[in-house]
């Protein structure tokens, strides 16, 4: 239970630290975070690549496509970041989608896994739309508007660290029911995070 609640602090706590870049660091931080996706699919694809089973084809197939993403050169200018963000957002969908199916398809032993991959996925979509938030603010749209925007994403997070911090204390029993409401709690996070681009 103690790993649990430490993999939700450092997840929170690096989701702070990208939020609260300086304009000259968001280029170099989105290329690292990047980079160590593609570091973690590779592992995952071998992963599954292990399994020699033919409902991972597929998977398999969409996790290359999403690296092949992440391999596209250097976002320097909004702009750039935009047309990769498109990118990125699609092939996320598409490997996202694919794992959902095949998490179904697979047996109990992949659950593991597949939910591992999952979570990768869902940080790093969540860190791709706080960078797009720094594109906003750094680049010539600077208004009261994204600031404020900026501000209760912060507020947000700091709930969740809250949560986190309180929780140390919680009994055994009751860390299923805090799993949950972390889980829950962080999707909130996330919708509001996409909710500033619509």
Same mark, same amino acid.
């Given at each position: 239970? %103690?790993?649990?609640?430490?993999?939700?602090?450092?997840?929170?706590?690096?989701?702070?630290?990208?939020? %609260?870049?300086?304009?000259?660091?968001?280029?170099?931080?989105?290329?690292?975070?990047?980079?160590?996706?593609?570091?973690?699919?590779?592992?995952?694809?071998?992963?599954?690549?292990?399994? %020699?089973?033919?409902?991972?084809?597929?998977?398999?197939?969409?996790?290359?496509?999403?690296?092949?993403?992440?391999?596209?050169?250097?976002?320097?200018?909004?702009?750039?970041?935009?047309?990769?963000?498109?990118?990125?957002?699609?092939?996320?969908?598409?490997?996202?989608?694919?794992?959902?199916?095949?998490?179904?398809?697979?047996?109990?032993?992949?659950?593991?896994?597949?939910?591992?991959?999952?979570?990768?996925?869902?940080?790093?979509?969540?860190?791709?739309?706080?960078?797009?938030?720094?594109?906003?603010?750094? &680049?010539?749209?600077?208004?009261?508007?994204?600031?404020?925007?900026? $501000?209760?994403?912060?507020?947000?997070?700091?709930?969740?660290? $809250?949560?986190?911090?309180?929780?140390?204390?919680?009994?055994?029993? &009751?860390?299923?029911?805090?799993?949950?409401?972390?889980?829950?709690?962080?999707?909130?996070?996330?919708?509001?995070?996409?909710?500033?681009?619509?």
């Amino acid at each position: 239970m %103690n790993t649990f609640l430490k993999k939700w602090q450092d997840k929170l706590e690096d989701l702070e630290e990208k939020l %609260n870049l300086q304009a000259d660091q968001v280029t170099d931080s989105f290329e690292q975070q990047k980079s160590k996706l593609t570091h973690q699919l590779s592992q995952g694809i071998s992963s599954l690549k292990e399994t %020699n089973e033919e409902k991972t084809t597929q998977l398999k197939a969409k996790m290359e496509a999403l690296q092949v993403q992440l391999a596209l050169g250097k976002a320097e200018s909004k702009e750039a970041f935009e047309k990769q963000k498109k990118e990125l957002d699609h092939a996320l969908h598409e490997a996202r989608q694919q794992l959902d199916t095949t998490q179904k398809e697979v047996g109990e032993g992949y659950k593991g896994m597949m939910k591992e991959m999952g979570e990768q996925l869902d940080a790093f979509q969540t860190k791709l739309d706080v960078f797009k938030l720094h594109f906003h603010l750094g &680049k010539a749209d600077l208004t009261d508007d994204w600031q404020a925007k900026k $501000q209760e994403i912060q507020r947000e997070l700091s709930s969740l660290k $809250q949560k986190t911090s309180e929780s140390k204390h919680a009994a055994t029993e &009751k860390w299923d029911a805090f799993s949950d409401e972390m889980q829950e709690s962080f999707g909130h996070f996330q919708q509001a995070v996409k909710k500033l681009f619509s």
